[in-house]
C-alpha cells in the first residue's frame, strides 16, 4: 500500500491541517453540502458494510474541480478498512490511493508533566494510521443526488390510499349497522 508517489501526496497531513479541515467545513455551508453528496454515493455503494469503513475520520477536502471531487480519510492502522470495498467503488468510477504513514498527534494533558516544558503545548506521540484517498467523479455525483431529490419530491397518489380506507370504513358501518338491527 506504501509508495514513494502516494507517500509525497500525503505529505502534507498533519496534525495541524486536519484541524483546519474540521474548523474549515464547519464554517462553511459550501463544504458540508458537497460533504453530504459525497457521502451519498459512499452510502448507495454500501461502502459501509464492508468492515471499518465507518470509521475513517475526514482529514482533508473536500477538494474540488470541475470533474471530481477528492477526501481523505484516516483509520489507526489497527482499525485499517476493508480493501475488498475498493472493488466495488471502483466499478463505479471511483478512484482510490492510500499510504501508510506516522502522524504526530498531541496527547490527552491529565496533570502540568504533559506539556512541553516551559509552552502550553502538550507533548505528542507519533500514531500509525492508514491514509486513503477517495476521488468520486462529479457526474456520479449528480447522478445519485438527482436520484434521491426524485425519491424525496415523489408525489403519493393518496386516492388510493383514501379509497382503501373508505372501503373499510364503508364495511365498518355496514357491520355496525347490522349489529344495531339484528333482524336486517
Known sequence: MTNKVADKWFSDVDFVSIADTVQGIMTSDGSM????????????????????????????????SPYEVSCIFMWPEKLMPDTKAAKRLKKVGIK??????DIEVPIEVKNP???????????????????IK??????????????SIEL????????????????????ESSMTQDQQNPQG
Open 33 to 64: 453540502s458537497i460533504l453530504l453528496d459525497f457521502e451519498r454515493v459512499l452510502d448507495q455503494c454500501n461502502l459501509y458494510a464492508f468492515k471499518n469503513w465507518i470509521k475513517g475520520e475526514l482529514v482533508q477536502g473536500p477538494d474540488t
Open 96 to 101: 482510490l490511493k492510500g499510504v501508510k504513514k
Open 113 to 131: 508533566d504533559d506539556f512541553i516544558q516551559g509552552t502550553n503545548y502538550p507533548k505528542s506521540v507519533n500514531r500509525k494510521v492508514v491514509l
Open 134 to 147: 477517495i476521488t468520486i467523479p462529479r457526474e456520479l455525483m449528480d447522478d445519485i443526488k438527482e436520484g
Open 152 to 171: 424525496a419530491n415523489a408525489s403519493i397518489n393518496t386516492e388510493d390510499l383514501d379509497d382503501a380506507y373508505d372501503e373499510d370504513l364503508d364495511k
